[in-house]
Every structure is written in C-alpha cells, then in structure tokens.
C-alpha cells in the first residue's frame, strides 16, 4: 500500500553514497557511488548503474547547484536527491543501491561494512522530512536501520533495532533510539558496520556519525558486596556491548561508595547488579535505597539478576527489571532506554534506500 504523504518542495536527503564494502575474502565489494554525469544522468535513478525502484518513489539525482545550501558539501556537481512524498510500509518495497551478488550473512562472508555522506537540500528545517536507510536485500527480512529525522534543532539520526520480527509478512515491533544530531549546514559521514553471528538476536552492529561510534547507552555493572561471583555478569557484559552498549564493569564484592563514586562520575544510563548468593541479594536494596536517599534514583535504569533472583523479587526492592540471563538483559536494556527517551515505533514510515 502507499500513502501519499506531504509533498515538500525538492524536499529530501542529498547522498553521496560510497564505499559498500565487505572486505573479507569472497564477498563482494562496490566502489565509490558519485552520481556525476559521466555514468549517471539527472532525473529518476531507476534503472541507472544497477539502481532499482519497487515504486513511484521520489528518488532523483539532481544537480548540486540547484540547491544553495549544499554548495559546501563536497558532493561533485550531482548527487541522490530524495523524499518522502511518496512511502510504503514494506521492506521488500522500496529504493534498492546496487546489489551485491555475494552478500555478507551467516555463512562465510559475516561482515558488511558501508558508508555514505549525507545533507539536507535546505538550511532551514523541512518538518515531516524523513527518510530510512537500510542494508537489508529487500526480501521482507527485518533488520537494523537507521532513520534520519528532520526536527527543529537538526537532523536525526535513529537506530531502529527489531524486538519482535515475527514471520515476514507479519507486523513487526521496533526499538528506536536516537543516536545524533545532524547540523544542517553540512555534509555528514554515516558507517554502517555489521557483523553477522550465527543465530537469532546476536549479530553486531556499529554506526558511526563523523567517524565517531555512536552507542545505545552506557552501562555500570557489578556484583554487589559480599559476593564473589561474575560469570553471569559477564556475559550479560559481552551481550551489552554486542548490543552497541558502553559498559564499565566494576567487577565483583563492590561496595555501596564504589558504586555510588562511579555513577556520579560516568552517568550511565543504566546501572545492572547481580548476586549468586541468597545472603547477598539483599545489598540490591541498600544501594536503590541509597540512590533513592541522595536523589539519584530517578536519573538511572536500574537491572538486577542472578540465579536466586525472580520479578517478584526485581519488584520488591525496586529495581526496573529483574533479567534471567545474558539475553533477556539486552534486549531489556535496549528496550528501557528507549522507552526513557520516549522513542518507540512500529513498522518503519519509509522511504528507503537499501543496500
């Protein structure tokens, strides 16, 4: 189905799109995408240089010069122009890059490694402008995308993370969270890395904005004191960090004033405990009492697990959520803090440039 959404005036992303890349042995590799005029012509980019559209989708390659704000890009005199006057809420419908025929997966090539420059065709924001980009081959498969938003004090970028894929075809359910800000008086560098992992819910994935990793969120880990254990702990780490978290791991018998120090100092977003020990669940509860105390509580996400842990017990000594193991502590966390930045979506309002 498509929508008609507002029509904005050569309203759009201007891209330069370069560097498709999954350098491992094997895989395919596409060089530098310029859009000048000695391989691409201005005017509708279907069917230009392995390019394809599924639908009357605005995606153009234009002329730099017909838009001011962009003299300073750096893009040559053409670039991809697009918008979103014209969606679909399908991913195997829409703008498709030029394909690979030996993609990176699961198998032997487990490495996509991409970048593109983007900037906005106006210096004043266009509100309602939107536009995805994903790496996905267009057979309906859910997968990690960025959406680039158009607000008041910039350019968007979101990171939109599946929790529930569902089968294709299905309705899926996302979680998005808000990564950086784009100045619109520039030119901005977008990496894309991924690396697939065999498995569900496990691959990794890395955006950079500028030539700087962009994270989901920080967090402090630690298992409390009294109790030696950590095994737990770190793989619940390993997770976060294969999620695109900043964990700072504290390591084991951490004393309330540790925690309390290292709070203050990193900020985090989310601060996750653990205890193998019936003995020393309770400690959980002094440390959310004493945040609660110095008013502290209400700026941290707090997790807690272990073994003799359960909800009932998450909820008696107010923690956020109680996590059963390395996994469900992932997607929790992703979960919560998008929720905390008040960012959540269904599926992606499109259009989209896929790779």
């Not at 997968?143 to 894929?165: A, C, I, K, W």
């Not at 008013?295 to 996400?301: M, W």
């Amino acid at each position: 189905m498509h929508a008609t959404k507002r029509l904005l005036l050569l309203a759009g992303l201007i891209l330069g799109l370069a560097a498709l890349v999954t350098p491992l042995a094997g895989a395919d590799t596409t060089g530098r995408i310029m859009f000048e005029p000695s391989t691409y012509t201005m005017g509708d980019i279907n069917a230009q240089n392995g390019w394809l559209k599924t639908g009357a989708y605005d995606a153009a390659v234009a002329n730099v010069a017909t838009f001011p704000a962009a003299a300073g890009y750096g893009f040559g005199t053409q670039a991809l122009r697009i918008s979103d006057s014209v969606t679909s809420g399908s991913f195997g419908d829409q703008t498709f890059s030029p394909g690979l025929l030996r993609p990176a997966g699961e198998g032997a090539m487990r490495i996509f490694d991409s970048s593109f420059r983007i900037g906005t065709t106006t210096a004043a924001e266009q509100p309602g402008l939107h536009t995805s980009v994903s790496p996905d081959d267009g057979n309906g498969a859910r997968m990690s995308y960025l959406r680039f938003e158009d607000q008041f004090d910039g350019v968007h970028v979101l990171f939109d993370d599946v929790t529930n894929p569902g089968p294709i075809g299905a309705e899926s359910t996302w979680t998005e969270t808000d990564i950086a800000t784009l100045s619109r008086t520039n030119a901005h560098s977008i990496g894309f890395w991924i690396k697939f992992n065999p498995g569900p819910h496990n691959d990794t994935v890395k955006i950079y904005v500028d030539g700087t990793k962009q994270i989901t969120g920080k967090v402090i880990l630690c298992t409390v004191k009294g109790d030696l254990h950590d095994l737990g702990k770190n793989m619940v780490g390993a997770m976060l960090k294969t999620a695109g978290f900043e964990v700072t791991d504290l390591g084991k018998d951490t004393p309330l004033d540790k925690i309390l120090t290292a709070v203050r100092e990193l900020q985090p977003d989310i601060l996750g405990m653990s205890a193998l020990l019936t003995t020393t669940m309770p400690y959980m509860k002094v440390v959310i009492d004493t945040l609660g105390e110095k008013e502290l509580r209400d700026r941290y996400i707090v997790l807690c697990g272990g073994a003799p842990l359960n909800e009932e017990f998450g909820r008696a000594i107010g923690a956020d959520a109680y996590c059963r193991d390395a996994a469900v502590a992932a997607e929790t966390a992703k979960e919560l803090v998008a929720a905390k930045r008040s960012l959540r979506v269904a599926e992606p309002p499109g259009p989209s440039v896929r790779s």
